[in-house]
C-alpha cells in the first residue's frame, strides 16, 4: 500500500500563509460564507513552482446548510462582480432595491421607508 500525504486544515488556519505546491488536490468539506476566502485556501495550491494541474472539489449534501452556504456565496460573488465591473452588469439584476441598501447599510443601521434614506439609531436624518 502507498502512502499519501495528507493535509487537514480549516479554511481559516489553511487559508492563509501557506504555499501547498505539493498539492494537487483541494477538498472544500465546509464552505465559508464569503467566497473570496475559500477561494484563497484554494489557491494556496496554485502557487509558483506547482508542477500538476490542481483540482478543486467541493463536498456538499443536498438540503443541507452548506448547500444554502453555496447560494449565498454565489449571490455575494455576483453583487461583487455586477459592482466593480467583473461582468456585464446583468447580475445587479439578481438583488432588489432593499436588498442593495441592506447589503450597503451601515452596521446597525436600518433602511427607512424612503428612498435612498438610512436609519441610524441616535441620528437624526432631519
Do not use: C
Not at 472544500?28 to 467566497?35: C, G, K, M, S
Not at 490542481?54 to 453583487?79: N, T
Amino acid at each position: 500500500a502507498r502512502e499519501v500525504p495528507l493535509l487537514l486544515a480549516s479554511l481559516k488556519a489553511g487559508g492563509v500563509g501557506l504555499n501547498l505546491t505539493a498539492a494537487d488536490t483541494v477538498i472544500h468539506l465546509d464552505p465559508w460564507w464569503n467566497p473570496a476566502v475559500q477561494a484563497q485556501a484554494s489557491a494556496r495550491a496554485h502557487r509558483i513552482g506547482q508542477q500538476q494541474p490542481v483540482f478543486v472539489y467541493q463536498l456538499v449534501a443536498e438540503g443541507s446548510i452548506e448547500e444554502r452556504m453555496l447560494e449565498l456565496q454565489a449571490r455575494k460573488r455576483a453583487l461583487a462582480d455586477g459592482l466593480l465591473g467583473h461582468d456585464d452588469g446583468s447580475s445587479l439584476g439578481k438583488f432588489s432595491v432593499p436588498e442593495l441598501h441592506a447589503l450597503l447599510a451601515p452596521l446597525g443601521g436600518e433602511v427607512d421607508d424612503a428612498p435612498g434614506r438610512l436609519a441610524v439609531p441616535g441620528v437624526d436624518a432631519g
